[in-house]
């Protein structure tokens, strides 16, 4: 699992809203090809991480390496163009343009992205509602637009927020069986969850975050053992 150097190491990553310091030095790291979780309660600053890895934050310190490359003085549109994307918890859907120029607006911030027909093959629903507007989807069909839209652009490592929030556990695990399908074409996956039962669908490894530092690392196959633990970390 760790063998060579990680795809992405946050060290000691200090960030700010203001005045208000929200990560105390958070550290992990995520191999390529892995999915990995922050699950933690709500304020611990897992949203915040993601968005100070993408440069979104303009008050932050530490290191992001990003294939060995360090990223923290980089503004984020050449952070997205390294090929990082994040899909935010409110997705983002543009509600005045249908789905197939939802899809087709953002630029491609590097080669390899995937085709229009890919995105159908593995979002079967959004084929179906090209003509929709963004606000007449549903919440599972906004999430897949607004992961497919990140998979045309080129990007490869994908830091999704809280991608199953509000929707019926039906489309959780659509949503889940498409994290296990995007891992398996190579894709690295970090993932923010208030649910660690579904993440434990997905991901290899989870990083419990507390007050905006790690305080503890739990290996998949050892969430069952550790099922009492982590509801206590999390007010489950």
């Known amino acids: 699992m760790h063998n060579g150097a990680s795809e992405l190491a946050v060290r000691d990553l200090n960030a700010w ?5 929200i990560l105390h030095g958070m550290q992990f790291e995520v191999n390529k090809g892995e999915v990995v979780t922050l699950l933690g309660r709500n304020g611990a600053g897992k949203t915040t991480t993601m968005k100070a890895v993408m440069g979104m934050i303009p008050s932050r310190k530490g290191s992001v390496l990003f294939e060995g490359e ?6 984020s549109n050449k952070i997205a163009r390294r090929g990082l994307a994040f899909c935010p918890e409110e997705r983002g859907i543009f509600s005045s343009l249908n789905v197939y120029e939802n899809l087709t607006l953002p ?5 390899g992205g995937m085709s229009l027909d890919d995105i ?7 084929k179906e509602r090209l003509k929709s507007q963004g606000t007449k989807l549903s919440g599972g069909e906004q999430q897949m637009l607004a992961i497919g839209r990140i998979l045309r652009t080129g990007a490869n490592f994908l830091l999704l927020d809280e991608p199953t929030e509000g929707l019926a556990p039906v489309i959780v695990q659509q949503i889940g069986a498409m994290i296990r399908l995007l891992k398996s074409k190579g894709y690295t996956v970090l993932l923010v969850e208030q649910n660690f039962r579904f993440a434990s669908t997905v991901a290899d490894r989870h990083y419990v975050v507390e007050h905006g ?11 069952a053992a550790n099922t009492q633990k982590l509801e206590s970390y999390l007010g489950v």
């Open 70 to 75: 360090e990223l923290i003085a980089l503004p």
């Open 213 to 223: 530092k790690v305080i503890d690392m739990i290996a998949n196959d050892q969430i």
């Open 107 to 111: 630029p491609a911030v590097r080669p």
């Open 120 to 126: 159908y093959q593995i979002f079967p629903n959004l």
């Open 17 to 21: 809203y203001g005045e208000s310091h």
